[in-house]
Each structure stands twice: as C-alpha cells, then as structure tokens.
C-alpha cells in the first residue's frame, strides 16, 4: 500500500536505556511481541496517546455520513487519547506492531468494558445527529494537539526559507545528536506560534530546543488551524527534507 512506504522516525524510551524508532503510526518497530506488550502497558498506564485497532471505523466495507469519521476519531483522541490503526492487518507494517494493538485493545477493554467502543459509537453518532458545526467544536480538548483538522495551519512567512532552516539545522548544525533524521512535526497553537516539535531524537538539550523554538517562531508567523470552526492547537508535518 502506497501509505506504508515512508517512515517517520521519532525516538520513545521504555524503561532505562532503551529506544525505538517509530513507524507510520508512531509505534515502535519492536523486535519481540514481548516488546510490544511492554510498551503498550507502559503507554497506557502513563495516560500516553495511543493507538487502538479494534475501534476504528471500517470506512472501506461502510459509507458513513460526512464528517462523521472525523468528529468520531476527534471525540476518542480529545477524551480519551485514541487514536487508530487501519482495521485491516495488510496495514501493520509487522507482526510485532500487530502484537501491539492486540495487547492494548485488551488493555482498553479490560479497563472500560468489552462492549467499549461499540457504547461510544452509538454515543457519537447521537451527538454527531444533533450537533451543527459549532457544536461539534464542544469535544475539543483544547489542551491537545490536532492532525485531523477542517483547515491545517499555513506558514505566512517564506516556505521555503522555512525548509532552508529546517535542513540546515537539523540535518547539519545538529547532525551527531540527530544521525537519522528525516521527518519533523512542528507544534502550532491556537495562536499561530510554534511552541514545540517532534524528532527522532532525545538528545537535544532543552536549552537548545528552547532556543530552536525562537528561532523558527522569528522565521514567520502561522495561521493556526481549524477544527469545528475553532481555532486549535495543530500538527504540521515536513517529512523527507533530505528530498527538496
């Protein structure tokens, strides 16, 4: 499938010393299901964002109302830090990230019940019925961060100087600290300023990721994303650099 041919590369410790480098879905690529299962309780019992396989919509086998898909993975992410998996195993990128979502669809379900997503999906599409656009907007979590946006952010300043610096900062200036790096996912709030990002890294300092911040922030300002009418924290991905 054409939508598994990259990967993003994010560093996740687990435990004392050890790291992962992330998939498509930001899930490690483990070398055991011993592993995976590791990780998934770990990630959960931290109230980490994670990924569920046996709750996602099967939008390929049913047409559901429009933006109905949307506002039921915004409802799961914003209330109960979901997000999820494909249902269809041709989309795991290995036995052990299947390993992963068997293992934290137990660990879901034994905390919430076995009928779980089934009672939130007749829940959403209750709400989802009776809400106009702005209603919708009242399952927002607004401390979060939103990939799956009606309008992404937009750097006002110039893209390309932006790209510029990106690579030279990242794939140059901090080369040795980040060896692999290939993908960043810049953290825009509701106000058009970039107050995070996500590498393939934990070794920067914090001082210099703070001074990175300023940087990038002195570059341009952003139109922030949209969500349900909303102005939202949001994601913008830049993956490949090495490719522009």
């Known amino acids: 499938m054409k939508y598994l041919t990259f990967i ?17 879905y930001n899930v490690p ?20 964002m994670v990924w569920s396989r046996s709750g ?20 799961f992410y914003a209330k ?16 052990e990230q299947y390993c992963y979502a068997k293992n934290m669809d137990s660990i879901i379900l034994k905390k ?14 209750k709400i989802f019925k009776n809400s106009n656009l702005d209603e919708c907007s009242n399952i927002i979590d607004f401390n979060k961060a939103y990939s799956y946006l009606d309008s992404p952010p937009k750097f006002i300043g110039n893209d390309r100087t932006l790209k510029n610096y990106l690579k030279e900062k990242f794939k140059t200036s901090l080369a040795e600290e980040i060896p692999n790096f290939d993908t960043i996912t810049l953290i825009i709030d509701s106000k058009g300023k970039i107050i995070d990002y996500k590498i393939n890294s934990s070794k920067i300092q914090h001082k210099t990721k703070i001074q990175i911040i300023l940087e990038l922030n002195s570059l341009g300002n952003w139109v922030p994303g949209y969500l349900y009418n909303q102005k939202v924290n949001s994601e913008r991905e830049f993956i490949d650099l090495h490719e522009e």
């Open 80 to 95: 109960y830090n979901i997000k999820f998996f494909m249902r269809s195993e041709d989309c795991m990128t290995s036995p």
């Open 112 to 125: 919430y019940g076995k009928d779980f997503f089934k009672k939130e999906q007749l829940k959403i599409e």
């Open 8 to 24: 993003i590369l994010i560093t996740v410790k687990i435990g004392i010393g050890q790291s992962f480098p992330l998939t498509l």
């Open 56 to 75: 996602a919509l099967d939008y390929f086998k049913k047409d559901y109302p429009k933006g109905f898909v949307q506002f039921y993975e915004t409802y």
């Open 29 to 48: 690529e483990f070398k055991t299901c011993e592993e995976a299962k590791e990780y998934a309780e770990l990630n959960f019992s931290n109230n980490n």
